[in-house]
């Protein structure tokens, strides 16, 4: 068995920092080869990484003449990931991708081909995925502990101003520079993990997740971006589920995450800081511990599936495929974002947040009465629009 892991990690700002924070602390820092960046001073890592002699590339093609890797983890903006992924497999690299896995769903089969012709492994970062506590619930799940799925629903309310939409040229786009497909947004960036934790831990299989027959979407926007920062989000699996996804960032107090998963003969709760809990129909209870507390397990996994050889990866490409389907099938739904009326909306001067008062509770009445906002009738409120998909959409 191997003893150390090559890695080469790409974009070392912003999230990539996260890697950069768990290799130090792991006494792994030697384990890197390079690091590939076009402002790799805009890192706060920048002066360890020049003191411990770790080269700085320009591109990943720069480092793939110069060195090779086992292990490519990829922190650059959404546009990037494909095309850095396929680079990366087709020089013998394995690859951990931040979420989410790309832009479009054919740059993701095109991921997935390269990756069965060159027999790397390709994860993708949605942290709860990976860890343990989630991975035990879904084994449980699928052993039937808690009955057939009756339905799940999610709310996420996480504050993000004028700096967040201003750290780069991609934030709240639909396309990059030349026409890529980036469509960040709430429900693809900052908190996608709690939409694809819906799907994911009701997947048939540990690398799977739940397959989308139809959505019902509702879109709403106060910041000036070209997607959305308030959604809701009414989901059908093929196993007739009912998934409701909330979230917003036009909100000026930080809530969630939290979910409800309801079953036959249990429910699953759980609320940001506590653990997630089923207890079943006659009070007992099991706890699953806290997912927020493994945010770089995702690292681990993949570090130890290259030092024992293992391909068993539990979020790869077949388990992000929902999500990107999902994001793709909201954008075809909405292709035009409606503005809150400017009437409903705020604006806090410290920090500086673009919000909508009563917007927390409204999205926390949905929540608690599994509805969507239109059903509630706050006055900003327009009714949702559906969009069918098709079981040939998913390439597996």
């Avoid at 590939?36 to 920048?46: H, L, M």
């Avoid at 036009?250 to 800081?273: C, D, M, T, V």
């Avoid at 506590?274 to 927020?292: F, L, Q, R």
Wanted: glycine share 6%; charged share 25%.
């Amino acid at each position: 068995m191997k003893t150390t892991c090559s890695i080469v990690l790409i974009g070392i700002a912003g999230y990539g920092e996260k890697y950069l924070e768990a290799l130090q602390d792991q006494g792994r820092l030697s384990w890197v080869k390079g690091v590939v960046d076009i402002r790799p001073e805009q890192s706060s890592y920048f002066k360890t990484i020049m003191e411990k002699d770790i080269p700085v590339y320009s591109s990943l093609e720069d480092f793939y003449r110069a060195e090779t890797a086992d292990l490519a983890v990829i922190s650059t903006p959404i546009h990037l990931h494909a095309q850095q992924a396929v680079i990366a497999m087709e020089n013998g690299s394995h690859v951990l991708c931040e979420k989410p896995m790309a832009g479009s769903l054919e740059e993701a089969e095109q991921m997935r081909k390269v990756r069965d012709r060159t027999k790397r492994f390709l994860a993708v970062g949605f942290n709860w995925s990976f860890s343990r506590s989630v991975q035990k619930l879904k084994k449980d799940v699928q052993e039937g502990l808690f009955g057939q799925p009756i339905c799940a629903r999610t709310l996420v309310l996480w504050p993000r101003g004028e700096d967040y939409y201003q750290r780069s040229s991609w934030a709240g786009k639909l396309r990059g520079p030349n026409g890529e497909p980036i469509f960040d947004s709430i429900a693809n960036n900052a908190a996608s993990h709690f939409l694809h934790h819906l799907f994911y831990v009701l997947g048939e299989k540990e690398e799977q997740s739940a397959k989308i027959q139809s959505l019902n979407v509702e879109l709403y926007c106060a910041n000036s971006i070209e997607t959305f920062d308030t959604c809701a989000v009414m989901a059908r699996t093929e196993a007739d589920v009912e998934l409701l996804y909330l979230a917003s960032h036009a909100i000026n107090q930080e809530s969630g995450p939290e979910f409800e998963l309801e079953f036959e003969k249990a429910i699953i709760r759980y609320s940001n800081g506590g653990n997630i809990k089923a207890t079943w129909e006659d009070g007992k209870e099991k706890s699953y511990g806290d997912p927020e507390f493994e945010h770089m397990h995702k690292l681990e996994v993949c570090i130890q599936a290259v030092l024992d050889g293992s391909r068993n990866i539990p979020c790869g490409i077949e388990a992000s495929f929902s999500h990107l389907i999902a994001i793709k099938s909201i954008h075809k739904a909405v292709p035009e974002v409606p503005a809150f009326p400017i009437e409903y909306v705020k604006r806090s001067i410290e920090p500086t947040i673009t919000y909508v008062p009563g917007l927390s509770e409204t999205l926390r009445k949905c929540y608690k009465e599994k509805k969507m906002p239109s059903e509630i009738d706050p006055p900003w409120a327009q009714p949702g629009k559906n969009v069918n998909i098709s079981a040939d959409t998913y390439p597996y």
